[in-house]
């Protein structure tokens, strides 16, 4: 049997071990219920929770980054398929609901009239007889055209033996003084005559002779200039269309035509 003073130590170490916890309960629990536990604890869950919304974000956000990497593979997967389902063995692109794709063959098309081989670009007046169709004599009557337009702002195309050129003649030379002085061609006396008039008709829209050409654009022939000179018109128009490269213009002597005289004017050439 133990004796009694090892029982004695038994009973007095199990007294202080219940007298500690005890106490350390009761200080537990003074320290879970203080303002400080309290402030400290829901500080560590505060940032517990802002670190865990933070993941949630940035897995969010990745996710979203992957579908769109997903979805824009998957558009242009697509798009590659449509085209090379819409392209033949030979690398043309096929006919899709009845429209002509550019792979077709040039020498199948036929461009509108008027209009270039190349960018679709407008043609000049002369592209049907452009490279092959056009004559050296017809490019050096364009050359020689040009030429003559510089020779003066109003330009007389006439033939010497035309009547109606006559007329034109002696009322824009006689009748008038105007300066620059008109230049006069006789399209039957110049080598490139016949090429030069053709050309002229192509540009003016007018085949036949006299042509009065006043800054490159025509006022017509004969009949026309006597029409203007009739009804004392002739003036007005060659100055608003010369502008300042008309220095003078005006009835030689200083006579006008007036309404008394205008139903006596006879021309004879």
């Known amino acids: 049997m133990p004796s ?49 919304a933070k993941q949630r974000d940035a897995e969010d956000v990745g996710s979203r980054l992957k579908a769109a990497e997903n979805a824009a593979k998957q558009s242009a997967d697509k798009k590659s398929q449509k085209y090379f389902e819409s392209v033949d063995g030979a690398g043309n692109e096929k006919s899709v609901a009845g429209r002509v794709k550019l792979g077709e063959q040039a020498a199948d098309r036929k461009n509108p009239p008027g209009v270039a081989n190349v960018g679709g670009r407008p043609a000049d007046i002369h592209a049907a ?27 007389i195309f006439s033939k ?59 006022i017509g022939g004969g009949d026309d200039i006597e029409e203007l000179h009739i009804h004392n018109k002739l003036i007005d128009k060659v100055k608003t269309m010369g502008g300042s490269r008309i220095v003078e213009v005006a009835h030689r002597d200083g006579l006008s035509m007036d309404s008394d005289s205008r139903s006596e004017v006879k021309l004879r050439v």
Do not use: W
């Open 4 to 52: 009694q003073r090892r029982m004695r130590l038994s009973g007095l170490l199990f007294i202080v071990v219940v007298i500690v916890i005890l106490y350390m309960s009761s200080s537990a629990s003074r320290t879970q219920g203080s303002d400080f536990y309290t402030r400290t604890q829901e500080a560590l869950q505060s940032r517990e929770y802002e670190a865990a």
């Open 129 to 155: 007889k452009e490279d092959k169709d056009e004559t050296k004599e017809q490019h050096e009557a364009e050359v020689e055209l040009n030429a003559i337009l510089k020779k003066s702002p109003m330009i």
């Open 160 to 218: 010497s033996y035309c009547p109606y050129s006559k007329k034109a003649k002696n009322i824009l030379l006689k009748k008038y003084k105007i300066v620059p002085e008109p230049f006069v061609v006789e399209l039957d006396e110049h080598p490139l005559g016949h090429y030069l008039q053709q050309t002229l008709g192509q540009t003016t829209g007018r085949t036949t002779v006299p042509n009065v050409l006043l800054m490159g654009k025509s």
